[in-house]
């Protein structure tokens, strides 16, 4: 992957080799390399193949989550696409790509999942999802319309280990 070696001297370019990322350049490791022909994707490989989530992918694998989200789960995963981290005021990915960022990075990405899988279906209009930081996501419904902390999901898709709700904002937790 192209930011793997981020330093002062890469600092422009994270964002674009982030985006730039495809399913060839991801290095998986441990649980998360394990592949077969006959059993379906985990949340991890499901991303790793969707052009929509390079950024995501770049941001799991640099707050060295590949593996946690590899496991068995069960996991509901709220995913940013690639135009919700451009929504980003400028600089913030790039800074947060950053090794000495790790911390705060995984903090975000943490937010993203929950450790139960709720589909689609099941979230209710008024829902408070716990997350892996501990702090909790509101669901709300519109219609047919559903969203996590006001931004829309956009598709949801199933995974071995649990299931992926594609989301337009990348969404932060409550200050404290």
Excluded: W
Aim: aromatic share 6%; proline share 3%; charged share 20%.
């Amino acid at each position: 992957m192209g930011f793997a070696a981020c330093n002062s001297n890469n600092q422009a370019n994270n964002s674009n080799n982030a985006s730039n990322a495809s399913e060839s350049d991801f290095d998986l490791s441990g649980q998360a390399s394990v592949m077969d022909e006959v059993s379906a994707k985990n949340i991890v490989q499901v991303a790793v193949g969707s052009k929509d989530h390079t950024t995501l992918v770049a941001g799991v694998k640099a707050a060295g989550l590949v593996d946690v989200l590899a496991n068995n789960g069960p996991f509901t995963v709220f995913a940013p696409t690639n135009a919700a981290f451009d929504k980003l005021p400028e600089g913030t990915l790039d800074e947060l790509l950053k090794p000495e960022n790790k911390a705060k990075l995984s903090k975000i990405i943490s937010y993203h999942a929950a450790p139960i899988i709720f589909k689609g279906d099941l979230l209710k209009d008024g829902q408070k999802m716990y997350m892996a930081t501990g702090e909790m996501v509101n669901i709300t419904r519109d219609g047919d319309d559903v969203f996590a902390n006001g931004s829309k999901i956009l598709a949801s898709i199933d995974a071995s280990n649990g299931v992926i709700h594609v989301v337009d904002d990348v969404l932060f937790a409550p200050e404290k």
